[in-house]
């Protein structure tokens, strides 16, 4: 493989730091939605943190029992807001960041859930950028820390460090090939664990899987980032072995895959969301694996074609078209994408 396909970048999409928190004299948000004082109490802790980060940068408070359904989709398909944030929303919210690399939702599982989201891999760069929203807030508002389990969280899987170390990976080869399965197992036991593109109990949507650390008591940030690299370099080198073995065994057979969903996208009338990311996934293998034109161009295809996909995901849909746009969405869909991909000059090589 060349130099762009044997690097990360045709693997690796993004990489995301989470910290859980919980403030120090108040009730957990599961018990807060139950207490006689409870919207007083949630808007003094949002209040609270809202004051000290957009004091420091520029952030956008979105309160959830007031968010459109049209913006709330945007956020939860943009990983910016969790499904659970909009269960709790008669006391929820979230801070947003101009950029959309910083989110802080208040008042979801645990009071605090402190996110920051970058292209590629880089974890250590994720860590550092968090730990200072981290410091900010805590220097306002004192968290629940106990000695020996570390911060305090709803759920006990988040207690210690809090940490959640994930990067979401592009694996059409491991997965498609079955090899996804049997590495899992591994992974499990080492304390990792690899869900679909939206998380726990999501489907893996466009080949798209998250690696992640299970275990966040008894370890240290460092042991959690370094078991997450490692992780990650495993499934990355498993992926560009797989996809050697694709081009070698399947030959015309994948190309003509590959060829295909660019016929259909770039000339489709309807496109519902589950063939959008199949096809979408495919025209990204062929880019990792050079069937569209110079390798040097491979970086900015594969991130525009990662781009595409979720702008044309429902709730990015049903935000460019507004709340009162008629007409099919498989429509709209298909439209859009046919002019996109044909902005791309993708040409078969």
């Not at 957009?54 to 956008?60: C, D, G, K, Q, R």
């Not at 998380?199 to 078991?227: K, M, P, R, W, Y």
């Not at 030959?251 to 990311?277: N, P, Y």
Request: proline share 3%.
């Amino acid at each position: 493989m060349g130099t762009f396909r044997a690097e990360y970048e045709s693997v690796a999409v993004s990489s995301r730091i989470r910290l859980a928190r919980n403030l120090r004299g108040y009730p957990f948000p599961g018990r807060l939605v139950r207490d006689a004082h409870a919207v007083e109490q949630a808007s003094e802790i949002i209040r609270n943190i809202a004051g000290e980060l957009t004091s420091m940068e520029e952030f956008t408070l979105y309160e959830m029992d007031s968010v459109s359904p049209e913006t709330a989709g945007y956020l939860t398909e943009h990983h910016l807001i969790s499904r659970d944030l909009m269960r709790m929303r008669t006391v929820s919210a979230a801070l947003i960041s101009k950029d959309e690399s910083i989110s802080v939702m208040i008042n979801e599982e645990d009071h605090v859930r402190e996110q920051y989201f970058m292209r590629g891999f880089d974890l250590r760069r994720a860590y550092e950028r968090i730990s200072g929203i981290d410091e900010i807030i805590s220097d306002s508002v004192p968290f629940a820390y106990d000695p020996v389990l570390g911060y305090l969280t709803a759920c006990p899987t988040n207690l210690g460090t809090g940490l959640r170390a994930s990067v979401m990976l592009f694996l059409p080869a491991v997965a498609r090939r079955g090899l996804l399965r049997r590495i899992m197992p591994t992974l499990n036991r080492l304390g990792l664990t690899v869900r679909g593109v939206y998380g726990e109990g999501s489907d893996a949507q466009g080949d798209l899987f998250q690696v992640s650390n299970e275990v966040t008591l008894g370890v240290t940030e460092e042991e959690i980032l370094f078991g997450v690299e490692q992780a990650v370099g495993v499934l990355v080198k498993a992926e560009l072995l797989e996809r050697s073995r694709m081009m070698a065994e399947e030959g015309l057979a994948l190309k003509d895959r590959i060829f295909r969903s660019l016929g259909v996208l770039s000339s489709c009338v309807l496109l519902d969301d589950k063939e959008f990311a199949r096809r979408i996934s495919d025209l990204k293998l062929g880019v990792a694996l050079g069937f569209f034109g110079e390798e040097e161009e491979g970086e900015d295809r594969m991130r525009e074609l990662e781009e595409l996909y979720v702008r044309l995901c429902p709730g990015g849909i049903r935000r460019m078209r507004g709340k009162d746009a008629e007409g099919d969405e498989d429509a709209f869909r298909a439209e859009y994408v046919t002019r996109a991909i044909g902005g791309l000059h993708l040409v078969r090589s």
